[in-house]
């Protein structure tokens, strides 16, 4: 079970995000984190806690290891209103946490 | 480009079927597993299972075991998803996901599709 934290922060632009992910047990490294729009699929962000991904910008971040898990985005902007739900790949079955709704003030 | 394109939306009954297909291209289809997820209206995914294009073997969250199966074709590099015996609970957006690493199952999905509607209401 993954369970996150918040499940919703409203934030101001340039603001720093912290999203929490805490694993029921410890999953190595095998932590991925997605951003959802509404109406669209998700995007993969961050794989394997903290492996950066083209396309992705700079100010996403991740880390942790074993059971906790953190996503960061330095100098939030307008465009990263979205859910953001991290996923494990280490047991079966894997599974989603149940989201963090970002809303922009 | 990398894509999958997803079959469209499904309005059923209880205990009908619904089968999904999730057409790629751009990239070597046999390479890459294939994940089915789905996401119920206002909650978060859900995995459901994979398929290895490469072979055709499956595995299967125990919560769908029995109700779901998966299948590819390499000829046309489609996937499908077929879910029988449907209950209003399986109202939702199923998505076929691709691992972001070749041959690799346990893995991140880089690539979706664009989501298949299933509404199942009587």
């Known amino acids: 079970v993954l369970t996150q934290s918040p499940d919703f922060q409203s934030v101001t632009p340039k603001e720093k995000v912290t999203i929490t992910c805490r694993a029921s047990q410890n999953i190595g490294g095998s932590l991925h984190w997605y951003q959802q729009k509404p109406g669209q699929s998700p995007k993969l962000l961050i794989k394997y806690t903290a492996q950066s991904l083209s396309g992705v910008p700079s100010r996403f971040s991740g880390s942790g290891s074993g059971t906790d898990f953190t996503l960061t985005i330095n100098s939030l902007e307008a465009e990263d209103a979205a859910t953001y739900y991290c996923h494990q790949s280490s047991g079966f079955p894997y599974t989603f946490g149940q989201g963090t709704k970002l809303e922009i003030k | 480009q990398v894509q999958l394109v997803q079959s469209g939306a499904e309005v059923k009954l209880p205990g009908d079927s619904v089968k999904v297909s999730c057409k790629s291209s751009g990239y070597i289809f046999s390479a890459y597993y294939l994940h089915w997820v789905r996401q119920a209206p206002g909650q978060g995914p859900e995995w459901m299972g994979w398929i290895n294009p490469k072979g055709g073997g499956a595995a299967y969250s125990e919560k769908f075991q029995g109700r779901v199966t998966m299948m590819t074709d390499t000829y046309s590099n489609t996937a499908y998803m077929e879910v029988t015996s449907l209950r209003s609970d399986d109202t939702a957006v199923y998505y076929c996901?691709?691992?972001?690493?070749?041959?690799?199952?346990?893995?991140?999905?880089?690539?979706w599709g664009q989501g298949t509607r299933v509404s199942v209401s009587s």
């Open positions: 996901a691709r691992s972001s690493v070749a041959d690799r199952q346990k893995d991140a999905f880089d690539i």
